[in-house]
């Protein structure tokens, strides 16, 4: 097995990739980061991609990464929730937010 910083990816990675993973940061990228990143891995051949993150942006800065996977061709094998956040004020009373900040555990493929 081989475990590569993301910053190797497009320089210095000339090996297939099977397998990535990322945990919570893919969310906090704009769109064109997303891309790139996934893109550069694609170019390798990345056959899947596991990943836990929120897959609608929290604010304006950061891309939807629902739409940036669909664009680049990734298919579901398998989705779940992994952690659905609760907000509570200094009270211990929870806020109830509109805005879904679900983190999805999702394991896909791009062929």
């Known amino acids: ?10 320089d210095k990675l000339k090996a297939p990739v099977d397998l990535a993973l990322n945990f919570l940061s893919l969310q906090h990228m704009q769109t064109e980061t997303q891309a ?3 893109d ?24 939807s990464l629902s739409t940036t996977l669909s664009t ?11 952690v659905r956040p609760k907000l ?16 999805y555990g999702q394991l896909l493929r791009f062929d």
């Open 36 to 38: 790139y990143y996934l």
């Open 72 to 82: 680049l061709g990734a298919r579901s094998v398998d989705s779940q929730v992994v």
């Open 40 to 63: 550069a891995l694609r170019q390798n051949g990345l056959s899947y991609l596991y990943h836990e993150n929120r897959l609608l942006p929290r604010d304006q800065v950061e891309g």
């Open 88 to 103: 509570y004020d200094r009270s211990g009373a929870e806020i109830h937010i509109e805005q879904d900040l679900s983190i």
């Open 1 to 10: 097995m081989n475990l590569v910083a993301p910053w190797l990816l497009v």
